[in-house]
């Protein structure tokens, strides 16, 4: 490394030079996308400035007038976007440029197919912008100095996106970024005025800040030489209005849709938007989307949301959480307040009542969309669930002022419909439940097919009563705090002795107690073959056809939910379940025949195996289960 430039070869990370790799190859038929990407990283680096310098005037180093620049050099074969936004530093290059920071990295990339639309799709999604320069450069210069900082602590970087980039120390009189795509051969059409102002003017019109470009000189008499002595002349191309302040009617779908792929960057249109416009006591402006595709990071706790506050048009911050709950993290977009100082904090915002009021209007009006296209637009409505079903289930858990109307908005799978579509909705259960019915029963499990297969359902299935099979990891969390819809209270059918209430039949319960009784011996036999490892032992009403089962008491934590716990590091007691016995059954009838302990112990423990293993439970010792069935089949 030279003492002058501090220049130096670094190697990039290896899952950003997938991501190139990815990128040359997946969006060539989309190549132009690319002034879109850059323009809108400029952009963003400019609203940064923006707001770094409200506490810090100095930054603006006697330019306030904050723009983006577009040029480009015929000769060269050469395409130019300059901002005069923050910079970056050396550190700041290596971070944003080399190394793709980000924990869904690894499962972006294993989720590639191969089938280059779906993985054009799926780097949309990611949001890797300033890689799509190599769809249409060979080589990609980056000049650029930090506000505040001097001249001479530029740094300049340059890569042929085949591996590895360069790094040297340079001057740079004003501060910004300044991005220089060297052209491959067979890309020329770029290096013209018309076709950077009709891209921009396509992608980038709604862009709050100045782009601009030389003008066009059109029937002058200057000859070349004349021309090249001029200084040329820049003008705006593009509207600069920020497109979420005007009026609805005046904007139109196109516009509405890049606008969401400029705060989202995704390359995937949206799947639907609520564009709102609240004046009075208190002023403000909401414009969010609703994607068509998840994130590869929505069930990452660290998810960053989506939604950018605004002040008066000045740029706050990105990621500003205090504006929308945790179960709508998917949602992009931006807000803007008239009422809120231009120096606001999050630590601000996270006691500011205007916020509260902001974001307790805007949950309403986003539950609202989803309320009229669940009703008008089913479909879509199937598709949004398909996607973020799972985050939104998380709702009825966090925000207690909407439960309700987040509940009408959940979909199940259902013993009714026999499919793992989640399709049902409480209040379709509610309407077809059974004359005397009091409750909404429902089972959890690791699995659709475990869900569906448990022996639990068995009385259920005899009685024609509807059960709810849930299958998410959130819906054991769910149920725990959902405990009732419409008045009728919601009960897990492998918890507590089973209570059909009104629509028991008084025959099979005399038939249970006589059960017990002729089985009191076995009972007693078994609770104490199995010791701890349940907390009592019946005979049960919930078996038609299987010879035992395992049930929960009220308290006791589930198997799913300790798993869950244990993997986030956390102690779950072991919960200590009932055994019940289905005395209609010819392996449980066996037991009152057996005499000799060892054989009865056998028996025991291979019933109890099995009804752990129907509920989707790991058996402790699955040799020891192996080799009592083994003895038992050979005896």
Same mark, same amino acid.
């Given at each position: 490394m030279s003492v002058e430039t501090g220049k130096e070869t670094l190697e990039f990370q290896t899952e950003a030079r997938q991501i190139l790799h990815l990128m040359t190859h997946s969006l060539y038929s989309n190549k132009e996308i690319f002034l879109r990407e850059l323009i809108s990283n400029a952009s963003d680096a400019c609203d940064k400035l923006r707001f770094e310098a409200l506490a810090d005037g100095d930054l603006y180093e006697g330019d306030g007038d904050l723009n983006i620049t577009v040029d480009f050099d015929k000769d060269n074969n050469t395409v130019t976007i300059m901002d005069n936004g923050i910079g970056m530093t050396r550190v700041e290059i290596i971070e944003n440029i080399g190394t793709i920071a980000s924990s869904g990295t690894r499962k972006f990339l294993e989720s590639l197919t191969g089938d280059q639309a779906k993985d054009a799709q799926m780097i949309g999604q990611f949001g890797v912008g300033f890689y799509s320069s190599f769809i249409v450069a060979d080589k990609v210069t980056v000049t650029s100095r930090r506000a505040g900082v001097d001249k001479s602590e530029a740094v300049r970087w340059e890569s042929d996106g085949q591996g590895s980039f360069t790094l040297e120390n340079t001057e740079k009189e004003?501060?910004?970024?300044?991005?220089?795509?060297?052209?491959?051969?067979?890309?020329?059409?770029?290096?013209?005025?018309?076709?950077?102002?009709?891209? $921009? !003017?396509?992608?980038? /019109?709604?862009?709050? &800040? @100045?782009? #601009?470009?030389?003008?066009?000189?059109?029937?002058?008499?200057?000859?070349?030489?004349?021309?090249?002595?001029?200084?040329?002349?820049?003008?705006?191309?593009?509207?600069?209005?920020?497109?979420?302040?005007?009026?609805?009617?005046?904007?139109?779908?196109?516009?509405?849709?890049?606008?969401?792929?400029?705060?989202?960057?995704?390359?995937?249109?949206?799947?639907?938007?609520?564009?709102?416009?609240?004046?009075?006591?208190?002023?403000?402006?909401?414009?969010?989307?609703?994607?068509?595709?998840?994130?590869?990071?929505?069930?990452?706790?660290?998810?960053?949301?989506?939604?950018?506050?605004?002040?008066?048009?000045?740029?706050?911050?990105?990621?500003?959480?205090?504006?929308?709950?945790?179960?709508?993290?998917? $949602? !992009?977009?931006?807000? /803007?307040?008239?009422? &809120? @100082?231009? #120096?606001?904090?999050?630590?601000?915002?996270?006691q500011n009542k205007v916020i509260d009021r902001i974001r307790g209007a805007s949950v309403k009006k986003i539950l609202g969309k989803l309320e009229a296209m669940a009703k008008d637009q089913p479909e879509e409505y199937a598709s949004f669930w398909k996607t973020f079903g799972q985050v939104l289930k998380e709702g009825p858990i966090e925000d207690f002022s909407n439960k309700e109307r987040v509940a009408r908005l959940l979909r199940f799978a259902s013993t009714e419909t026999n499919s793992e579509d989640q399709t049902v909705t409480l209040e379709d259960y509610v309407g077809r439940m059974k004359e005397g019915q009091e409750k909404?029963?429902?089972?959890?499990?690791?699995?659709?097919?475990?869900?569906?297969?448990?022996?639990?359902?068995?009385?259920?299935?005899? !009685?024609?009563?509807?059960?709810?099979?849930?299958?998410?990891?959130?819906?054991?969390?769910?149920?725990?705090?959902?405990?009732?819809?419409?008045?009728?209270?919601?009960?897990?059918?492998?918890?507590?002795?089973?209570?059909?209430?009104?629509?028991?039949?008084?025959?099979?319960?005399?038939?249970?107690?006589?059960?017990?009784?002729?089985?009191?011996?076995?009972?007693?036999?078994?609770?104490?073959?199995?010791?701890?490892?349940?907390?009592?032992?019946?005979?049960?009403?919930?078996l038609t056809d299987s010879p035992s089962c395992l049930v929960l008491n009220e308290q006791d934590m589930s198997a799913q939910m300790q798993q869950i716990l244990e993997a986030a590091g956390q102690y779950a007691p072991k919960a200590q379940p009932v055994l019940e016995l289905n005395s209609e059954h010819r392996l449980v009838a066996k037991l009152k025949e057996i005499k000799e302990d060892d054989s009865f112990n056998d028996w025991v423990s291979l019933l109890f195996e099995q009804a752990q293993l129907a509920a989707g439970n790991q058996l402790e010792d699955p040799a020891g289960f192996v080799m009592r069935v083994n003895r038992l089949l050979e005896s």
């Amino acid at each position: 490394m030279s003492v002058e430039t501090g220049k130096e070869t670094l190697e990039f990370q290896t899952e950003a030079r997938q991501i190139l790799h990815l990128m040359t190859h997946s969006l060539y038929s989309n190549k132009e996308i690319f002034l879109r990407e850059l323009i809108s990283n400029a952009s963003d680096a400019c609203d940064k400035l923006r707001f770094e310098a409200l506490a810090d005037g100095d930054l603006y180093e006697g330019d306030g007038d904050l723009n983006i620049t577009v040029d480009f050099d015929k000769d060269n074969n050469t395409v130019t976007i300059m901002d005069n936004g923050i910079g970056m530093t050396r550190v700041e290059i290596i971070e944003n440029i080399g190394t793709i920071a980000s924990s869904g990295t690894r499962k972006f990339l294993e989720s590639l197919t191969g089938d280059q639309a779906k993985d054009a799709q799926m780097i949309g999604q990611f949001g890797v912008g300033f890689y799509s320069s190599f769809i249409v450069a060979d080589k990609v210069t980056v000049t650029s100095r930090r506000a505040g900082v001097d001249k001479s602590e530029a740094v300049r970087w340059e890569s042929d996106g085949q591996g590895s980039f360069t790094l040297e120390n340079t001057e740079k009189e004003s501060r910004g970024t300044v991005v220089t795509l060297h052209l491959k051969e067979g890309e020329e059409e770029f290096a013209d005025n018309f076709r950077l102002r009709n891209i $921009i !003017k396509q992608y980038s /019109d709604h862009i709050s &800040l @100045p782009i #601009n470009m030389q003008k066009v000189d059109y029937g002058t008499d200057k000859d070349e030489e004349d021309k090249k002595d001029t200084e040329p002349e820049y003008e705006r191309v593009n509207s600069a209005s920020a497109l979420w302040a005007k009026d609805k009617k005046d904007i139109s779908d196109d516009e509405y849709r890049e606008f969401y792929k400029h705060v989202s960057h995704d390359f995937q249109d949206p799947q639907t938007w609520i564009h709102n416009k609240v004046e009075g006591n208190q002023s403000y402006t909401s414009l969010f989307y609703i994607p068509a595709k998840a994130p590869f990071d929505l069930f990452d706790r660290d998810h960053k949301r989506g939604v950018k506050l605004y002040v008066k048009r000045v740029f706050i911050m990105d990621d500003a959480e205090h504006l929308m709950p945790n179960y709508l993290r998917f $949602i !992009k977009g931006v807000v /803007d307040s008239d009422d &809120l @100082p231009l #120096n606001v904090s999050r630590e601000i915002l996270q006691q500011n009542k205007v916020i509260d009021r902001i974001r307790g209007a805007s949950v309403k009006k986003i539950l609202g969309k989803l309320e009229a296209m669940a009703k008008d637009q089913p479909e879509e409505y199937a598709s949004f669930w398909k996607t973020f079903g799972q985050v939104l289930k998380e709702g009825p858990i966090e925000d207690f002022s909407n439960k309700e109307r987040v509940a009408r908005l959940l979909r199940f799978a259902s013993t009714e419909t026999n499919s793992e579509d989640q399709t049902v909705t409480l209040e379709d259960y509610v309407g077809r439940m059974k004359e005397g019915q009091e409750k909404i029963y429902y089972i959890t499990a690791e699995s659709f097919a475990a869900a569906k297969n448990s022996p639990h359902l068995e009385v259920f299935r005899k !009685k024609g009563i509807e059960v709810l099979l849930l299958s998410d990891r959130i819906d054991e969390w769910l149920v725990s705090h959902m405990t009732d819809f419409d008045g009728k209270s919601l009960q897990s059918v492998a918890r507590g002795d089973l209570d059909l209430g009104k629509i028991g039949d008084e025959e099979e319960e005399k038939t249970r107690e006589e059960a017990n009784e002729e089985f009191k011996d076995v009972i007693e036999r078994v609770k104490e073959s199995l010791g701890d490892k349940i907390s009592e032992a019946r005979m049960s009403q919930r078996l038609t056809d299987s010879p035992s089962c395992l049930v929960l008491n009220e308290q006791d934590m589930s198997a799913q939910m300790q798993q869950i716990l244990e993997a986030a590091g956390q102690y779950a007691p072991k919960a200590q379940p009932v055994l019940e016995l289905n005395s209609e059954h010819r392996l449980v009838a066996k037991l009152k025949e057996i005499k000799e302990d060892d054989s009865f112990n056998d028996w025991v423990s291979l019933l109890f195996e099995q009804a752990q293993l129907a509920a989707g439970n790991q058996l402790e010792d699955p040799a020891g289960f192996v080799m009592r069935v083994n003895r038992l089949l050979e005896s």
